[in-house]
C-alpha cells in the first residue's frame, strides 16, 4: 500500500505542498468577468504574480528538502575529504585516523558495528554501508572477515584499537584483502570480478561501537 500523503509519513516536499493553496469552486474572478474592451493589464499582473509566488513556494520546498538531504549524502563523503598521511605498518598496511574517537576500545572478539567504503586504487567504489544506510555487524579480530579488517579495528601488528567514533583510513596490500582469488568474481577472467586478483584496497572505516548480541 502507497504512503499517505497527508499524514505524519508524507514527505518533507508532500507536507509543504499539501500547504498551498488549493483551487477553490469560488466564482470567477472580476478579470475573468471582464468584458471586451476593459483594463486586462491589471488582471495580467495579478496572474503573473501569482505564478511568481507559486513558484517560489515550489523553490521553497524544494530548497527545505536539499538542507535534510545534503547533510546526509556529506556524512558519506566528509570521510575522504581531509588530507591524511598514511603510517605503512611492517605488515604493509597503511592507516591513518582521521577522527580519533572518544569512546571504548575496540575488543578482540565483540560483536561490533562499523560504517565504510571499499576503493579500488582507481577510486572505484566496490561496496559502502553508507549507500544501504545501516553500518556492517562483524564480530572482530577472530577471521570474520578479511585481515586487514581485524586489524584495523582490533588493532595488532604496530596498530592501536579503534575507539567509538572513530574514522580511519586504510590502504591494503593484497596479502591483507582478498589475495589471488579477488572476490565477486563470476567467471574466470580477472576483468569479471568487482576486486580482481591482487588488488590493492583503500577503505573509509568508522566504528560505530559495540552491537547488541
Known amino acids: 500500500m502507497a504512503p499517505s500523503t497527508t499524514g505524519s509519513t508524507a514527505s518533507p516536499l508532500s507536507r509543504i505542498l499539501l500547504s498551498l493553496p488549493k483551487p477553490s469552486n469560488a466564482q470567477p474572478s472580476r478579470c475573468a468577468k ?13 496572474k503573473k504574480s501569482l505564478v511568481f509566488s507559486r513558484r517560489e513556494a515550489a523553490a521553497t520546498a524544494l530548497s527545505t528538502v536539499l538542507s535534510r538531504v545534503l547533510p546526509a549524502v556529506a556524512a558519506e563523503t566528509d570521510v575522504a575529504s581531509a588530507e591524511c598521511s598514511l603510517e605503512t605498518t611492517p605488515s604493509g598496511l ?20 562499523a560504517h565504510y567504503r571499499g576503493m579500488l586504487e582507481d577510486g572505484t567504489v566496490f561496496d559502502s554501508s553508507y549507500g544501504r544506510g545501516r553500518p556492517l555487524t562483524i564480530m572482530v ?14 588493532g595488532g601488528e604496530g596498530i592501536p584499537p579503534m575507539r567509538v567514533g572513530g ?27 568487482v576486486i580482481p586478483p591482487n588488488s590493492t584496497l583503500l577503505f573509509d572505516v568508522e566504528y560505530v561501537g559495540r552491537a547488541s548480541s
Do not use: H, M, N
Open 141 to 154: 579480530g577472530v577471521g570474520e572477515v578479511i585481515k586487514g579488517w581485524d586489524l584495523c579495528i582490533a
Open 94 to 113: 597503511a592507516f591513518c585516523d582521521r577522527v580519533v574517537g572518544a569512546g571504548a576500545e575496540a575488543v578482540k572478539g565483540q560483536l561490533i558495528k
Open 34 to 46: 471582464a468584458a471586451p474592451g476593459t483594463d486586462s493589464g491589471a488582471c495580467a499582473s495579478k
Open 167 to 193: 574514522k580511519r583510513s586504510l590502504k591494503l596490500p593484497p596479502e591483507l584483502a582478498y589475495g589471488e582469488k579477488g572476490a565477486g568474481c563470476r567467471g574466470w577472467e580477472p576483468t569479471s570480478c
